[in-house]
């Protein structure tokens, strides 16, 4: 009789365990890429004219946003998301690298790179390239950009472009998307998620 006890006690003791284990499993508010893939390995130019490799970044979670300077309204939002997030996640801010790629090589030199993000945050990396790798990483992470003519604007041209972010875990692979205006909050959980694992 004892013995039958004993095993419907570690049957639920087993059953409690399962439970318990699922509960505590995160689940992700952006949307999920499932399953991950590898991300595009590339090598860019930065704001402060240095080669930067994205496989440097091994280790940590990488944000990616394609934009430009000119941008009037979805890059400096987004860019404004990004500082704050940053600061939110105080002493675990540094395991996270925060990208923004030109999809406006024309117009944006190193130097302008560097002034647009300076006014948000100068911990965001901007980067810029040839036009031929450019188009490799745009076409690699889903970036659409077109140019849009502006006859009757100082500016002559904007460029339409994605709003989304790709993030990219630790390993190197890519695992959120996460859509313009999103819940900065939801956000943060997701990416503090990721640099727990």
């Given at each position: 009789m004892n013995i039958v006890r004993t095993r419907?006690?570690?049957?639920?003791?087993?059953?409690?365990?399962?439970?318990?284990?699922?509960?505590?499993?995160?689940?992700?508010?952006?949307t999920q890429l499932t399953p991950p893939d590898a991300a595009y390995e590339f090598?860019?130019?930065?704001?402060?004219?240095?080669?930067f490799a994205l496989n440097s970044q091994r280790g940590k979670v990488v944000m990616i946003f394609f934009g430009y300077t000119n941008c009037p309204d979805v890059c400096p939002a987004t860019l404004s998301d990004m500082q704050i997030l940053r600061n939110r996640l105080g002493s675990q801010q540094d395991k996270v690298t925060m990208l923004f790629i030109t999809v406006d090589p024309e117009r944006d030199t190193v130097a302008r790179l560097k002034q647009f993000v300076d006014r948000f945050d100068s911990h965001i990396v901007a980067l810029t390239g040839d036009p031929t790798t450019l188009a490799q990483v745009y076409k690699a992470y889903g970036a659409g950009a077109q140019r849009r003519e502006l006859p009757d604007s100082a500016l002559k041209y904007a460029m339409d472009h994605t709003s989304t972010l790709?993030?990219?875990?630790k390993q190197g692979q890519r695992r959120l998307l996460i859509g313009f205006g999103s819940d900065l909050t939801d956000t943060q959980n997701d990416i503090t998620a990721l640099i727990n694992e």
């Amino acid at each position: 009789m004892n013995i039958v006890r004993t095993r419907q006690f570690a049957v639920v003791c087993l059953m409690l365990l399962i439970l318990l284990s699922s509960c505590g499993s995160y689940q992700f508010k952006n949307t999920q890429l499932t399953p991950p893939d590898a991300a595009y390995e590339f090598g860019l130019t930065d704001q402060n004219n240095q080669p930067f490799a994205l496989n440097s970044q091994r280790g940590k979670v990488v944000m990616i946003f394609f934009g430009y300077t000119n941008c009037p309204d979805v890059c400096p939002a987004t860019l404004s998301d990004m500082q704050i997030l940053r600061n939110r996640l105080g002493s675990q801010q540094d395991k996270v690298t925060m990208l923004f790629i030109t999809v406006d090589p024309e117009r944006d030199t190193v130097a302008r790179l560097k002034q647009f993000v300076d006014r948000f945050d100068s911990h965001i990396v901007a980067l810029t390239g040839d036009p031929t790798t450019l188009a490799q990483v745009y076409k690699a992470y889903g970036a659409g950009a077109q140019r849009r003519e502006l006859p009757d604007s100082a500016l002559k041209y904007a460029m339409d472009h994605t709003s989304t972010l790709t993030v990219i875990d630790k390993q190197g692979q890519r695992r959120l998307l996460i859509g313009f205006g999103s819940d900065l909050t939801d956000t943060q959980n997701d990416i503090t998620a990721l640099i727990n694992e």
